[in-house]
């Protein structure tokens, strides 16, 4: 059974930088995508960045491009996102999923299994 634990998160202020990890289990994820979203409140989840977990592919959302950074370990089977230059339009909770189908998708449909889900809050 997959599962995907988050860690990281918090608060910092604006112009700040904090690291997301996504720790997967439960089986071999290469071929796979891992994807980072967000939600705000009162806001539809939303795409962030995605990896192709072989060979390290990577897609972002125009808003975070730049600024945010995904990467994974292999060795660790954990996804990071990396988020400098934070704005407070960037406070949401961010959650790591898997699409288990392949493809970069960007759409929350694509994606089978999620992370619990952690708060980043960015002060102005």
């Known amino acids: 059974q997959v599962q995907l634990v988050q860690s990281g998160g918090g608060l910092v202020q604006a112009g700040g930088s904090l690291r997301l990890s996504c720790a997967a289990s439960?089986?071999?994820?290469?071929?796979?995508?891992m994807g980072w979203f967000r939600q705000a409140p009162g806001k539809e989840r939303e795409f962030v960045a995605n990896i192709m977990w072989s060979g390290g592919m990577t897609y972002y959302a125009d808003s975070v491009k730049g600024r945010f950074t995904i990467s994974r370990d292999n060795v660790k089977n954990t996804v990071y996102l990396q988020m400098n230059s934070l704005k407070p339009e960037d406070t949401a909770v961010y959650f790591c999923?898997?699409?288990?189908?392949?493809?970069?998708?960007?759409?929350?449909?694509?994606?089978?299994?999620w992370g619990q889900g952690t708060q980043v809050t960015v002060s102005s």
């Open positions: 439960g089986r071999s994820f290469s071929g796979y995508v």
């Open positions: 999923a898997v699409n288990v189908v392949g493809g970069m998708a960007t759409r929350r449909t694509s994606y089978s299994y």
